[in-house]
């Protein structure tokens, strides 16, 4: 019980000005805080180690893009053992690689990269993670990372990505909001600290509904993408190359 109150508390300092939200103050807390504040987090991880099942092949090479700690990097390491030649993750917050280098210091094949994953110059993989990080980044330099994703895969590889998404109408899109803000509430956030959350990801977060990312990736390339996850306005893709 005592950690539960002290992480609440340290939680509850996370507060920015407007559009001013950073993962470089949360990365202390990021893990707690993630969990509290997106729908079935962990199922969504679980089903990212199951899914990649399909796609381990002959050039085992994963990247994940915005790593963050290296949890989900840990949980997939583990899961796979060695049957991954390299799981490189990357983050372009330098408190969040240190953190992830920490945890993940004991697996031989686990490489974490301070860097913008749209500078990256990756080499041939079988499997792009993408766990919540592409609705962060400018729609341009979006687009041409999801084609250098595509460019970088090998025939039969795929990208896994999960975002938070906008509907398609704005009476559904009034019903989500409502019903994640009761999801936030019910999991310890008072109503200062969700609509502080909110103000402070204006500009930061940029989110495209669920049609215009499977058209960024169809445009990319991929032949077959796939819906394999929705919980309110949180979406997770299978895109097949």
């Given amino acids: 019980m005592q950690e539960t109150i002290h992480e609440k508390r340290i939680d509850r300092d996370l507060q920015f000005p407007l559009g001013q939200w950073n993962f470089k103050d949360a990365a202390q807390v990021f893990d707690y805080h993630i969990m509290k504040s997106i729908p079935a987090y962990k199922f969504g991880q679980n089903m990212v180690l199951q899914l990649a099942t399909f796609f381990l092949s002959e050039n085992n090479y994963v990247y ?23 799981y490189i993750g990357i983050d372009n917050v330098v408190e969040m690689t240190a953190l992830a280098k920490k945890r993940l210091k004991a697996f031989d094949n686990a490489e974490i990269v301070h860097s ?9 993989c079988c499997l792009f993670i993408s766990y919540y990080t592409l609705q962060f ?11 250098n994703m595509y460019d970088s895969l090998i025939d039969g590889g795929a990208a896994i990505i999960f975002e938070k998404v906008l509907s398609e ?28 959350k909110m103000f402070s990801l204006q500009g930061v977060l940029r989110p495209l509904t669920s049609k215009e990312n499977i058209q960024l ?25």
């Fill in 137 to 147: 980044i400018e729609i341009p330099k979006r687009k041409k990372l999801i084609q």
């Fill in 64 to 86: 994940e893009l915005g790593c963050s700690t290296g949890i989900l990097a840990e949980k997939f390491l583990k899961f796979h053992g060695n049957k991954i030649d390299r």
């Fill in 116 to 124: 913008e994953a749209s500078k990256y110059d990756y080499d041939p």
């Fill in 169 to 196: 109408d704005s009476y559904f899109q009034d019903i989500t909001n409502q019903l994640y803000f009761s999801f936030k509430y019910d999991n310890g956030f008072s109503e200062e600290e969700i609509l502080n």
């Fill in 217 to 241: 990736l169809k445009e990319a390339g991929f032949r077959e993408v796939y819906l394999v996850f929705r919980s309110l306005s949180f979406d997770g893709y299978l895109a097949v190359k």
